[in-house]
């Protein structure tokens, strides 16, 4: 089975700051990988997505970006944090229909 | 515009009764759809699943059951536990064969199960 690895757990950022989460997975070759946040109080909304290195697709136009440098390896990146980025980021990878979820990062910009 | 939808915000239910969470969705073109469970500041955990070609799936004590001419999804927890208590996320996926699949989520239900 897939682990998730993600860091930090949690990350309190000036607005301004750069930003960098990194996501790494085991267990499994060409996954599928994700990036969603998770809104206080709401559902989770995909950011990103790669079917493979170099490969990212972005779902909704936003002050983040990402790349996928290593098979295994995925980065949730900002230049410069704005308050909205507040929120629970989550990474996730897969193969097939079925995707499973690393623990999370809360992502604090105040 | 939403397409998955959970329009139960939280919902109580008694240790040992059976937990009902429910989930509609719109677009025609999703075949495959999920369950996760999440707990407060973890990432959500795969409960169950179901494909759009079959309207019953169960798993020990969790059954789904899938109404597609309604574009209704349901998930049975019987007999629920207090260790059941989280937030439930019904989520649906339709693609082409070979891209990533991806996830729509609805804005999830707190189950709260009483001791």
């Known amino acids: 089975s897939q682990t998730i690895h993600q860091w930090p757990a949690t990350l309190v950022q000036p607005v301004g700051s750069p930003l960098s989460l990194e996501c790494t997975v085991e267990?499994?070759?060409?996954?599928?990988l994700y990036w969603y946040r998770q809104a206080a109080g709401r559902g989770l909304q995909l950011l990103f997505y790669?079917?493979?290195?170099?490969?990212i697709s972005s779902e909704v136009p936003q002050n983040l970006s990402a790349s996928r440098p290593q098979d295994r390896q995925f980065i949730l990146s900002s230049k410069k944090l704005l308050l909205s980025d507040s929120g629970f980021y989550l990474c996730?990878?897969?193969?097939?229909?079925?995707?499973?979820f690393g623990p999370g990062t809360r992502l604090t910009v105040l | 515009d939403q397409q998955v939808k959970q329009n139960s915000p939280s919902l109580s239910v008694q240790e040992g009764r059976i937990s009902i969470l429910n989930c509609d969705y719109t677009?025609?073109?999703?075949?495959?759809f999920l369950w996760y469970k999440k707990y407060p500041a973890e990432g959500p955990t795969f409960l169950i699943s179901?494909?759009?070609?079959?309207d019953k799936n169960e798993d020990g004590r969790f059954t789904v059951f899938l109404n597609k001419s309604a574009k209704h999804l349901s998930l049975h927890i019987v007999p629920s536990q207090p260790g059941d208590s989280a937030v439930y996320f019904c989520?649906?996926?339709?693609?082409?064969?070979?891209?990533?699949?991806?996830?729509?989520f609805g804005s999830g239900t707190q189950l709260t199960v009483l001791p």
């Open positions: 179901i494909s759009s070609i079959k």
């Open positions: 790669s079917v493979g290195i170099g490969q």
């Open positions: 677009n025609s073109m999703f075949d495959y």
């Open positions: 989520a649906a996926s339709g693609g082409t064969s070979g891209s990533a699949r991806q996830l729509t």
């Open positions: 996730a990878g897969g193969v097939g229909n079925e995707q499973f």
């Open positions: 267990g499994t070759s060409n996954p599928n």
